[in-house]
Structure formats: structure tokens, C-alpha cells
């Protein structure tokens, strides 16, 4: 049973109470997502690879020449080179033909950083009021029209 601020009342017996005879099929913390990759591919995962190395990729993709990325993403060539890498060359060719630039503004967000965008007011002259602001909106008594 619950009060009205939503909290249990002492003494409440309702519900599924875990107890040493009453225990989840399977519990514990569940397994992190390298760890069951692991048993699945009964491989050993060491990632290597840092934020600055991926960066370094996406970089050396966007300076590559059309023709490279072609090249890159044979299928002799694409069999040996890393998923993340092999999508990158894919989707810019594929703007690339297309015309689209999405997938380039993207990445140039990620390596660059996003563009901002800064606007500097310099006001020179102190001696205005909100009126001169917005003249047309005020009529000549300094009232505001609806």
C-alpha cells in the first residue's frame, strides 16, 4: 500500500518480495556489451582505438581524392579495412554522387567542430530610449499602439 505522496506505508506485504527462497532467474548485473561480444565471437576485444585516432581518420578521408575513396571501398581492399572507416567512404561517395552534402557537414562538424556563428553590437550612441527603438510602434504621446 501506498500513502498519498505516492511512498509505501511500513508494514506493506504486497507485491513480489525478493527473499533468499524467491530470487530472479538471473541475477546480478548483466553482462557489458564487449563482454557478451566476446562469447558470442569467442574473440578478445581491445579497443585501441582513441577519440583523436578517429578523428585523425575522418581527416584523412575528407583530404583523399574521389578516386581513393573508390578505390578504398574495392571489394579486395574494403575486406581489410575497419567498419567505422568503410562506412565513412561509403556515405561520402555516395553524397558525392548524389550531390548531397549531409554527410560532409557532418563530418566536418565532428573533426572541426561546429561553426559558430558571432555578432558584436557596438552601441556609440548612449542617449536613446526604447522609443526610438520602436518608433513605429508608438504613437506621438509615447503610448504604446495596438
Do not use: C
Not at 509505501?8 to 506485504?13: D, P, Q, S, T, V
Not at 583523436?52 to 578516386?67: C, G, I, R, S
Not at 513605429?136 to 495596438?146: A, M
Amino acid at each position: 500500500m501506498q500513502d498519498q505522496k505516492g511512498k509505501f506505508i511500513e508494514g506493506n506485504k504486497l507485491g513480489n518480495r525478493f527473499t533468499t527462497d524467491n530470487q530472479p532467474k538471473n541475477n546480478g548485473r548483466k553482462p557489458s556489451i564487449y563482454t557478451q561480444l566476446k562469447k558470442l565471437t569467442k574473440k578478445d576485444f581491445n579497443v585501441e582505438l582513441s577519440k583523436n585516432d578517429y578523428d585523425k581518420t575522418f581527416a584523412w578521408v575528407l583530404e583523399q581524392t574521389p578516386a581513393d575513396l573508390k578505390d578504398l571501398s574495392n571489394k579486395e581492399i574494403s575486406d581489410n579495412i575497419p567498419l567505422y572507416m568503410l562506412s565513412l567512404i561509403k556515405a561520402i561517395t555516395a553524397d558525392m554522387e548524389n550531390g548531397n552534402l549531409n554527410n560532409l557537414n557532418s563530418i566536418m562538424d565532428r573533426v572541426f567542430g561546429k561553426a559558430t556563428n558571432h555578432s558584436d553590437v557596438k552601441v556609440t550612441d548612449t542617449n536613446f530610449s526604447i522609443k526610438d527603438i520602436y518608433k513605429d510602434e508608438w504613437d506621438d504621446e509615447g503610448e504604446e499602439t495596438q
